[in-house]
Every structure is written in C-alpha cells, then in structure tokens.
C-alpha cells in the first residue's frame, strides 16, 4: 500500500470556454491524469451519507463516469458521486484485498478514516484531475 500527495499528480488545467464535463481525461491525448494504479476510494453521496467503496486502475476516468452517470448499478442509483477518499496501491491484487476488508468495516470505522484525512469532506476530485 502507498499513500499519495497531492504533489505525485499532475493537473489538467481548464480554460474558460471549455465544457465542465467533456469527457474523461485522456492522457494519450496530451491531458494529464493520475497515473494508472490501482487504486481504492470511498464515494459518498453527502457528509455522513451513503457510502460505496470501489477499486479501479485509472481513477480519474472512473470517477468521472461515476459522477456522470455512466456507471449503472448503486451509485447511479443513491446519487453517490462525491470522492472523498482514495489510497493508492502498487499492485491490483493488493488493493482489491484492501477493497474486501474495507467493505467489512463497520461504518463508524469508515467515517473515521475519511475524517482522518478529509474532515471537511471535500470532494478530492477537482485535486486528481
């Protein structure tokens, strides 16, 4: 398991004239994303809300689909789509194993790892873009 700053990313910057939601960032065309690990995250609909937890090897693209909608199933449906948490790993077998013990943890040990980290529960998703 490997904790990430803000630093080990880089930044897409937006002009003014351009959509909010256009479409995934693409790094193969020339906009930055994080860099495809695998990576487990904690979405919440709102502070204290319901809660998914999910794994995924490009996380920008991932939750951008979430927060359009183009993910059917749980968080379509409750209106999950804030990023609240994430951990980066370095391989997949080691985060989906960490996704499992996750989604066994009782709620208020969830909602105290969120807090450790984001207690204002702010949606990271404008810091990995």
Do not use: C
């Not at 199933?73 to 951990?87: C, I, N, P």
């Not at 105290?112 to 990995?128: F, G, K």
Request: proline content about 5%.
């Amino acid at each position: 398991m490997v904790r990430v700053s803000r630093s080990s990313f880089r930044f897409l910057v937006r002009h003014s004239g351009e959509s909010r939601n256009p479409e995934p960032p693409d790094p193969d065309q020339g906009e930055a994303s994080v860099n495809k690990q695998p990576v487990v995250y904690i979405l919440a609909s709102k502070r204290n809300r319901t809660l998914y937890i999910g794994v995924t090897s490009d996380l920008v693209k991932r939750i951008w689909k979430h927060k359009n909608n183009m993910v059917e199933g749980f968080t379509k449906r409750y209106g999950v789509h804030q990023l609240v948490w994430y951990e980066v790993h370095e391989s997949m077998e080691s985060a989906i194993k960490r996704e499992k013990r996750l989604k066994e943890w009782k709620r208020k040990w969830k909602l105290e790892l969120i807090e450790s980290s984001n207690p204002n529960w702010q949606d990271l998703y404008n810091t990995i873009i």
